[in-house]
């Protein structure tokens, strides 16, 4: 091991407490949570595709997995609206935060789980228990829920376009927004009633503490940005 780590030092200019990390099959680096990403538009669209079937401008990436000779379309959106039962309480944020999708365990890879490394993130970061997705799933017999043991280090990551703002953009889509991201829902039916508007439902409904704490700190940057534009017009 020493010889395999001097001779890669040398030849590769890497630093050696490093070469030993991937040797080692240890993590790299340390960092106190860890960032899910959350491709928040995506589930935007899944929304309000229910109210909007025939809205062709709104786009909804699939995946295509081979499974059996057979191809199937899986959406990022299927773990959340297919997700167990028991989990229906969860809005989304906090879904994300707290389970993902593993392999289920079979005697195989159950042996594989149990004898992994210490260290590696995947086999000590989640509890044992496995839950089952609901019918529909395309991976519901091949793959499980599994929650993360400790959830409150996990942080998600928006990916995809800016935040409406909630006074100057489309109020209707701000709002469907949040409803999606802070409300539970397994479908657009369960976030607004039929001859309500979004912005309606959005002030009707009555969000978490939590929740609200998160609704008020997405406006901030653009807070920022209108106390920059007012500063600089006042130097003219």
């Known amino acids: 091991m020493t010889k395999m780590v001097n001779l890669l030092a040398t030849k590769l200019e890497l630093g050696s407490p490093m070469i030993c990390m991937y040797l080692l099959q240890n993590p790299d680096h340390y960092t106190s949570h860890h960032f899910i990403p959350l491709y928040w538009s995506t589930f935007v669209t899944e929304a309000r595709k229910y109210w909007n079937p025939n809205d062709i401008s709104e786009d909804n990436r699939v995946l295509l997995i081979k499974r059996k000779n057979t191809f199937i379309g899986l959406s990022s959106t299927f773990d959340y609206t297919h997700r167990p039962s028991d989990h229906s309480n969860y809005n989304l944020y906090d879904w994300i935060?707290?389970?993902?999708?593993?392999?289920?365990?079979?005697?195989?890879?159950?042996?594989?789980?149990?004898?992994?490394?210490?260290?590696?993130?995947?086999?000590?970061?989640?509890?044992?228990?496995?839950?089952?997705?609901?019918?529909?799933?395309?991976?519901?017999?091949?793959?499980?829920?599994?929650?993360?043991?400790?959830?409150?280090?996990?942080?998600?990551?928006?990916?995809?376009?800016?935040?409406?703002?909630?006074?100057?953009?489309?109020?209707?889509?701000?709002?469907?927004?949040?409803?999606?991201?802070?409300?539970?829902?397994?479908?657009?039916?369960?976030?607004?009633?039929?001859?309500?508007?979004?912005?309606?439902?959005?002030?009707?409904?009555?969000?978490?503490?939590?929740?609200?704490?998160f609704i008020k700190n997405m406006n901030l940057r653009y807070e920022c940005l209108d106390s920059r534009d007012d500063f600089r017009s006042q130097l003219k």
């Open 97 to 213: 935060s707290t389970f993902t999708r593993v392999k289920r365990y079979t005697k195989k890879n159950k042996d594989e789980h149990d004898s992994s490394h210490i260290n590696d993130f995947n086999s000590t970061s989640f509890v044992s228990d496995q839950f089952c997705f609901l019918d529909g799933h395309p991976l519901a017999k091949t793959h499980r829920v599994q929650k993360y043991r400790k959830p409150e280090l996990n942080v998600p990551n928006f990916i995809g376009p800016p935040f409406p703002r909630p006074d100057k953009d489309d109020r209707e889509y701000y709002c469907c927004s949040m409803l999606v991201l802070y409300k539970p829902w397994r479908s657009g039916a369960d976030l607004k009633q039929p001859d309500e508007s979004w912005h309606d439902a959005f002030i009707s409904y009555q969000f978490s503490a939590s929740a609200a704490m």
